[in-house]
């Protein structure tokens, strides 16, 4: 598959991997997803790759220091930031999109993942979680062995929701939003 290139193109290693695209700021909650995978390997479970996408921030070097402590660095790798058309093949090649974050709007990030046919991780009750339905992996993000079993659910699930998720992404299309909104504005008018 044309995808697997994208792995020594950013230097990726062929484990499951957990893509985490833009989680260089502190509202992203990496720091959740870490102290999650400290526990997998913990508790002996799959070997996974963290891919933290985007700039160098100082949230960034904060959750890196996290990395470190939790003897967690040869399972993270920062490309920085991709090529926007690298992205799908990216989200095709992970195992799983964490989205943890404190808070989001609508959550693109997760039908982003669910169009690639790719898993996702949210909060429970959270918009993220909403936004993916029955077909997303839930968790408490305070609790890393809740984080943990989440992922590990996903590298045991592998592809087996795949075109599950893609089809609950279709429907989430620009012109249904545009149509909308120009409802919307049609009715304040």
Known sequence: MIDEVLLGTYSLPELPLLLCPGAVRA?????????GVAALVERKGPKVQVVI???????LRTDLGLAQRLGLARFISTPGTIDPVHLPGLMRLATLVPVL???????????EAHA?????LTP???VQAETAGSLGLNCDPQQPSSVADGIEQAVAEGEERHQDLIAHAAPFTWERTAQGIEGLWRTLA
């Not at 996408?53 to 949230?59: A, I, K, L, M, R």
């Open 116 to 120: 690639s046919g790719t898993a996702t």
């Open 53 to 59: 996408t985007g700039p160098d921030t100082h949230d």
């Open 27 to 35: 509202k992203k909650n990496l720091a959740a997803l870490l102290r």
């Open 101 to 111: 974050s404190h808070s989001e709007g609508f959550s693109l990030p997760v039908l």
């Open 124 to 126: 429970s009750g959270s």
